[in-house]
């Protein structure tokens, strides 16, 4: 038997719940950016958050989805000096 549309959307809630809220400094160091990059990024509509008052708060697993999405666009430049010895 096939879950209804209202449990799934139940589990869904319940999903959504399971995902912490981050706080500006938490993307900041999850990231290693400077809290101003990430309120400017957010404004601009480049990192998925929410503006609730005064305040920015992103889920947690936007934040890493969108570091999986940059990473697989190419967009990316990593320092092999840093990874090579």
């Not at 959504?16 to 160091?29: F, I, M, Y």
């Not at 290693?32 to 609730?52: F, H, S």
């Amino acid at each position: 038997m096939s879950p209804t549309v209202a449990q799934l959307k139940k589990r869904e809630e319940a999903k959504q719940d399971s995902d912490p809220l981050w706080t500006v400094n938490e993307v900041a160091e999850y990231l290693r950016w400077d809290p101003e990059t990430i309120r400017q990024k957010a404004r601009l509509g480049v990192l998925p958050g929410l503006k609730m008052g005064r305040v920015w708060r992103f889920r947690s697993q936007a934040i890493k989805t969108w570091v999986a999405q940059v990473e697989d666009s190419g967009k990316v430049k990593i320092k092999t000096e840093y990874l090579v010895k």
